[in-house]
C-alpha cells in the first residue's frame, strides 16, 4: 500500500521559532508537494520538487523554504515562525507528470499552532 | 487570482439524494480535473478524474461532468450516502501536472441519514 508519512501530526511551537515539518514517502516517487489547507481557502501549493535538491515556489512560498536531499524525503521549513502560518500542512508525492498516473497521494498532515 | 471557482462551500443533502458540487475554471491549458475527497482527519484522496476529450466519466455512485465550451465540471453523487460526509475538492493542472494541482476551495458535504 502507498504511504506518504509526515512525521508530525500535531505541533505547538512559539513565534520566532524555527520550525521543520518532515515527510517521506515509500512509492519511489519523483515529484513532492506542500500544501497548507485553511478553511475556506482549500489547498495552496507552498512549494514542490520534481527531483533531489531541486525546489520550486507555489503560490504561497513567503516564509516558507524546503529541503530535498533524498528521494524519498521532503522538508518544510519555516524559518521563523509566524502566528499567520498556524495551519494544517499536507505532503503530497506523485510520478512524475500527472499525466502519467494521474494523482497526488496525500499524507495524513501536520497541524501546526503558532502561539 | 483563484483559478478554480468551487460552489458551494456547504451542502446537505438527505440520504439517497443527488448531491451536485460544481468548479469553474479560467486557465484553457488544463487538461487534468481531479476530484478529491477527504474525511476529518486525513490526507485528501483522489475520488475521480477525467481528461477534457471526455464530457462524462462515471465511477460506481460518482459521476463527472465536464463542459470544456463553459470550462466548468461538476461532481454528482448519485444516492447519497452518509459514508459519504466529507470535504469535496475539485482541481485542475496542465502541461502534464508536474507542478501540482490548482485546487477549490472545497464543499463540506453532510448527508443527513
Known amino acids: 500500500d502507498v504511504k506518504v508519512t509526515q512525521s508530525s501530526r500535531y505541533l505547538v511551537k512559539r513565534t520566532g521559532e524555527k520550525v521543520f515539518l518532515e515527510c517521506v514517502q515509500d512509492m519511489d516517487h519523483e515529484n513532492m508537494f506542500w500544501y497548507r489547507q485553511d478553511p475556506g481557502l482549500g489547498l495552496r501549493l507552498i512549494y514542490f520538487s520534481y527531483d533531489v535538491k531541486m525546489k520550486e515556489k507555489g503560490d504561497i512560498p513567503e516564509g516558507y523554504s524546503v529541503s530535498r536531499e533524498k528521494k524519498e524525503r521532503f522538508s518544510l521549513i519555516l524559518e521563523s515562525a509566524s502566528t499567520n502560518q498556524t495551519s494544517m500542512y499536507l505532503c503530497?508525492?506523485?510520478?512524475?507528470?500527472?499525466?502519467?498516473?494521474?494523482?497526488?497521494?496525500f499524507g495524513e498532515g501536520s497541524r501546526l499552532t503558532v502561539l | 487570482q483563484q483559478q478554480v471557482k468551487q460552489s458551494p462551500q456547504s451542502l446537505i443533502v438527505q440520504k439517497g439524494g443527488i448531491s451536485i458540487i460544481n468548479c469553474a475554471y479560467e486557465n484553457t491549458a488544463f487538461d487534468y480535473f481531479p476530484w478529491y475527497q477527504q474525511f476529518p482527519g486525513k490526507g485528501p484522496a483522489l475520488l475521480i478524474a477525467?481528461?477534457?476529450?471526455?464530457s462524462e466519466k462515471k465511477e460506481g455512485r460518482f459521476t463527472i461532468s465536464f463542459n470544456k465550451s463553459a470550462k466548468q465540471f461538476s461532481l454528482h453523487i448519485m444516492d447519497s450516502q452518509p459514508g459519504d460526509s466529507a470535504t469535496y475538492f475539485c482541481?485542475?493542472?496542465?502541461?502534464?501536472?508536474?507542478?501540482?494541482?490548482?485546487f477549490g476551495k472545497g464543499t463540506h458535504l453532510i448527508i443527513q441519514p
Open positions: 477525467i481528461r477534457p476529450d471526455v
Open positions: 482541481a485542475a493542472s496542465n502541461g502534464g501536472g508536474a507542478d501540482g494541482l490548482t
Open positions: 503530497a508525492s506523485s510520478f512524475i507528470g500527472l499525466a502519467l498516473s494521474g494523482e497526488l497521494f
